[in-house]
């Protein structure tokens, strides 16, 4: 790539020829000047579709070049002074063809910029609210890299905004509809088929997804889905409408949307992380071959590429990587599709406009899934206006300052929306107070935080996270995590005596259930915190094919166990890990250690200043009868239920989950003074 002293040479080059043009040097200086920006372009961001108009016509005048967003107007050589009083005309015209382009483009104002360069200077201008006009920039390497840095935002296909996420990836009347209809049915067709038998991997991770799909919705044997809505929105014809397998679509859905995801945060922070790479992250992922983009799918879904930009956890518990184990031209086609399509995006649209790119993933679902749908499953998402009006009731402001001595928990945070503002409250009081982008980016990842049951809404709420802080992962120490978990921050691990629990205490053995069985952990390991380091171990030692002598000889070593805790712990280490071994010699592991140690984050994550957010609403008589059966005593304890015999077994009245959530957010994870807020 050529340096920015090569192209002032090229520039004053074209210069000298185009003084010496008798007749329109403007021309001749864009004729000689254009194909250097074209080759920057081009060098810079490697695959993307260049849209360059010359000479285009507007309502008031033909604007010289136009690069998508950027209007660029040449000028003789020396033409533009360096006092702008001398520049009026040339300014008036240059604004009034960002007014027209906008209007003919049906672009927003704001979003364009106009350049004016005669060779010698640059004039750079905008409209926010009001017309910017900078003084004039002489040519250096400086004001270059300033213009080059702009023509790279600016020329790109598509803002990475909702309006244009929605027109490519959802379904109706604002969509294309094509990419997600074409992913959803090519899931959907592979799940109805082979996903409700055998040991696969789609089998247990879609009976795993079933059960928690009950736990966060209700049963579905209680909701009421409009078939023809669903028919009519995703294109499904007679012949494919008949048994119907509605679980199966959901499924489908899902896991269409939770790639999308990772694709998106992998092509957004993958941009801004990886230092060596040549133009957008997934841009050689186009033209692969199917086992090669198979390959590529799986090491996104082990976390590798995630790692490799030093973010561990961004994949943990996630149940929608089944497809790679299914894979089939189908699922091929539809997934090229998307990469193709995120390769016309500009990831640093999250820099330049932050606002419009805040919980883009939140906006992009409500149109994914139509609106009467998303009803007869009960969801309801926070409007912003409503998340804000919360923290500011809490005192979590950006002008607060201790702001970061306040911890922020949302026990139940769908796609994260008071969570993404309360990070741009912490960004925005760094700027403030002018602290170190390295200790905000370790304030944010330790101190907000969020859980949620909804495999879908941890990934949506980790991509939120995810991209909210790309712009300071390249100043972070060593790995981070991403504090979203997989958990039920009702319902954590329990210690079980005899057939009662017990609440985070009493030195007995803590279960995880999941669909391939439950799991049990001696009090040892969970009560010295080490089940996360457990977890990566027991993960590594399968992946690795460790005996499991060999195994837990390592985590004695590693976990620093005693005797006695190594010898409470031995039966249940065993065995867990030689079900793991077996999950993994099916096929069928990649997750489990995952979710659990993702279960007990509620029991290690501490108490917090602030509480906030939208709890789940789902009715007792709609929770699933085992569900039902193990927070039972929770709701007994905290006396919400004052009945007895049948009318307690059908919740005594109507009661709902958020009841239960809000008081033991209050009692669990409250500190002695903070202040909760549930909308």
């Not at 669903?230 to 499904?236: E, P, R």
């Not at 999308?260 to 071959?289: C, F, I, N, R």
Request: with cysteine.
């Amino acid at each position: 790539m050529q340096s920015l002293t090569e192209i002032i040479k090229q520039i004053n080059d074209a210069v000298k020829i185009a003084e010496k043009t008798p007749q329109n040097p403007e021309k001749k200086l864009r004729e000689l000047i254009s194909p250097i920006w074209e080759t920057f372009l081009k060098e810079k961001r490697v695959g993307l579709n260049l849209q360059i108009r010359d000479e285009l016509t507007l309502a008031n005048g033909r604007a010289d070049t136009v690069f998508n967003r950027l209007i660029l107007e040449y000028k003789k050589p020396y033409a533009i002074k360096p006092d702008n009083n001398k520049n009026r005309q040339l300014i008036t015209q240059v604004q009034g063809y960002i007014l027209d382009f906008a209007k003919k483009e049906r672009f927003s104002k704001d979003r364009l910029l106009g350049v004016a360069f005669d060779g010698d200077h640059f004039l750079f201008m905008r409209y926010v609210g009001r017309w910017i006009v900078d003084e004039p920039l002489p040519l250096t390497e400086s004001s270059l890299e300033i213009f080059l840095k702009n023509l790279e935002k600016l020329t790109s296909k598509a803002a990475l905004i909702p309006k244009n996420l929605i027109r490519d990836f959802a379904v109706g009347r604002e969509s294309r509809n094509k990419v997600a209809v074409d992913c959803i049915k090519a899931f959907y067709h592979e799940i109805n088929q082979h996903g409700n038998s055998g040991d696969t991997k789609e089998h247990v991770f879609f009976e795993q997804w079933t059960v928690q799909f009950a736990e966060v919705h209700g049963t579905l044997e209680q909701k009421k889905i409009d078939k023809e809505t669903l028919f009519t929105s995703y294109g499904f014809s007679k012949n494919e409408q008949k048994d119907f397998n509605v679980l199966a679509f959901f499924f489908a859905l899902d896991s269409y949307y939770a790639l999308l995801m990772k694709l998106l945060s992998y092509q957004v922070v993958g941009y801004y992380t990886l230092s060596k790479l040549t133009g957008l992250p997934l841009h050689d992922w186009e033209e692969l071959a199917s086992d090669d983009l198979r390959r590529k799918c799986d090491e996104l879904e082990e976390g590798g590429i995630f790692r490799s930009i030093g973010v561990r956890n961004f994949l943990e518990g996630d149940l929608f990587s089944w497809y790679i184990q299914a894979w089939n031209d189908g699922i091929y086609r539809a997934i090229q599709q998307i990469v193709k399509c995120l390769n016309d995006y500009d990831p640093e649209t999250m820099e330049i406009a932050p606002d419009e790119t805040r919980d883009i993933l939140k906006k992009l679902y409500q149109y994914l899934v139509p609106k009467q749908i998303r009803h007869d499953l009960g969801e309801y998402y926070t409007p912003d206006w409503l998340a804000e009006r919360t923290l500011n009731q809490v005192g979590y402001g950006a002008k607060d300052k201790d702001l970061f001595k306040k911890r922020l928990l949302d026990p139940g945070c769908g796609s994260g929306t008071f969570v993404i503002l309360g990070i741009k409250r912490a960004k925005d009081h760094a700027a403030l107070y002018g602290i170190d982008p390295a200790l905000t980016l370790q304030y944010i990842t330790m101190n907000i935080m969020g859980f949620d049951l909804n495999p879908l809404a941890v990934i949506s709420a980790r991509t939120n996270y995810m991209m909210a802080i790309a712009d300071l992962l390249k100043y972070k120490k060593g790995e981070i995590t991403i504090p979203i978990y997989l958990c039920d921050s009702i319902n954590p691990p329990q210690a079980r005596v005899a057939h009662e629990q017990t609440f985070f205490q009493e030195k007995k053995s803590y279960e995880v259930k999941t669909s391939v069985g439950t799991f049990l952990f001696s009090h040892s390991i969970i009560n010295n915190q080490r089940i996360r380091q457990l977890a990566n171990l027991m993960e590594d030692g399968v992946k690795s094919g460790q005996t499991t002598d060999a195994f837990l000889k390592k985590v004695e070593r590693e976990l620093n166990l005693t005797k006695d805790e190594l010898e409470e712990s031995d039966a249940h280490l065993r065995e867990t890990f030689e079900k793991l071994v077996e999950l993994e010699n099916k096929g069928i592991n990649g997750i489990w250690a995952r979710i659990i140690k993702n279960a007990f984050a509620p029991l290690f994550v501490g108490k917090f200043d602030l509480i906030v957010g939208n709890p789940p609403w789902v009715n007792w008589e709609a929770l699933p009868q085992g569900y039902r059966n193990d927070t039972k005593p929770l709701w007994v304890n905290y006396g919400l239920f004052s009945l007895s015999g049948h009318a307690a077994r059908l919740g005594g009245g109507k009661k709902d989950i958020s009841m239960l959530m809000m008081y033991v957010a209050i009692d669990k994870y409250l500190k002695d003074n903070g202040k909760l807020a549930l909308s």
